[in-house]
Each structure stands twice: as C-alpha cells, then as structure tokens.
Nanobody, 116 residues
Framework: QVQLVESGGGLVQAGGSLRLSCVVS????????MAWYRQAPGKQRELVAR???????NYADSVKVRFTISRDNAKNTVYLQMNSLKPEDTAVYYC??????????WGQGTQVTVSS
C-alpha cells in the first residue's frame, strides 16, 4: 500500500516560489512514474506534472516553464519547484503514482495559497 507524505506548501505572494516535497513508501519507487496533482476549491483534481523513473517529465500547459518536477530515487522523494506563482495556482497539492488505482490511498496534501 503506497504511503505519501507531502510538505512544503504555504502562503506566498504572486510571483513568489515554493518547493514541495513528497516522501513515498510502500512501493518500488524507482520504477514508478510519479505525479503531482492539485485540487482547488470547487474544482476537480487535475494533473500538474509527472516524471518517469528515469527522469522524463511532462507538464500541464498551465504550469509549463514555471514548474519543475524532479525526483531523488535514493530518498524515495519527488519534488515540485514552483516559480512565478499565480493566484490561480492556489490549491491543495498531492503527489501520487501516475498509474494510481481506485484503491490507492492519498496523502493529506499540502496547501498552497497565492495572494495577489
């Protein structure tokens, strides 16, 4: 059973930066494509970025250039560096396996709030 612990969120002004971290256990981390998702109030959860075990990354159009996903397979940790933050980036951010199933548990997420 995958276990995920996200951290690094906070309150930041527009244009600022944050770095999120997610420590993963319960799976063979290095072979799993990992992803960051976010859910804003009243909206569905959306995929923000994903990264393969060997480091290939893809991003949602809304965050391209501004966000960078990375991972440290030795530490079972995935990161999300967020620069040039906008108020519309405000959401709870979650990490998860990209190929998650309905039975997979989610972490508590980390709140990111961007003020204008």
């Amino acid at each position: 059973q995958v276990q995920l612990v996200e951290s690094g969120g906070g309150l930041v002004q527009a244009g600022g930066s944050l770095r999120l971290s997610c420590v993963v256990s319960g799976i063979i981390f290095r072979i799993n494509t990992m992803a960051w998702y976010r859910q804003a109030p009243g909206k569905q959860r959306e995929l923000v970025a994903r990264i393969t075990g060997d480091g290939r990354a893809n991003y949602a159009d809304s965050v391209k250039v501004r966000f960078t996903i990375s991972r440290d397979n030795a530490k079972n940790t995935v990161y999300l560096q967020m620069n040039s933050l906008k108020p519309e980036d405000t959401a709870v951010y979650y990490c998860q396996r990209y190929s998650y199933s309905a039975s997979d548990s989610w972490g508590q997420g980390t709140q990111v709030t961007v003020s204008s």
